[in-house]
């Protein structure tokens, strides 16, 4: 496996694979409701950190990173609230829990298809 850094051209291939698909990629929508978004009705609320990466097949992967990035009060007083710094730019944001405001998945631009989703879990 090698990494590579992701096109302009490459990312929006990939945002219109995820469009396209994650509806039917997030058919069980777990750790999602009950006050946690739900992930496809609400794709445009979040900031992605993007890592490019072939994998043993040769295909292009991005692996992309999900935070949310629209919090409401009630959200915050629950104790969610987004880093208003410029960090997650630069660096990999790991967030333990805090249920569908964080999640991932690969996007194999190669195959045009999604893989590997990861919502978190709710504490």
């Not at 609230?81 to 805090?98: A, F, Q, T």
């Not at 991932?104 to 999604?114: G, M, R, Y």
């Amino acid at each position: 496996m090698s990494r590579f850094t992701p096109s302009i051209k490459e990312i929006n291939e990939a945002e219109e694979i995820l469009k396209k698909n994650i509806k039917s990629a997030n058919d069980t929508m777990y750790n999602q409701g009950d006050g946690c978004p739900i992930i496809h009705k609400n794709l445009k609320n979040y900031r992605r950190q993007y890592y490019g990466y072939i994998d043993n097949m040769g295909h292009k992967i991005l692996y992309v990173n999900f935070l949310w990035a629209r919090h409401s009060v009630l959200d915050r007083l629950k104790g969610y609230h987004m880093d208003d710094s410029e960090s997650w730019k630069n660096d990999r944001v790991i967030v333990l829990d805090g249920c569908s405001y964080y999640w991932s998945i690969d996007i194999n631009i190669t195959e045009q298809k999604l893989q590997n989703m990861s919502v978190n879990g709710s504490a």
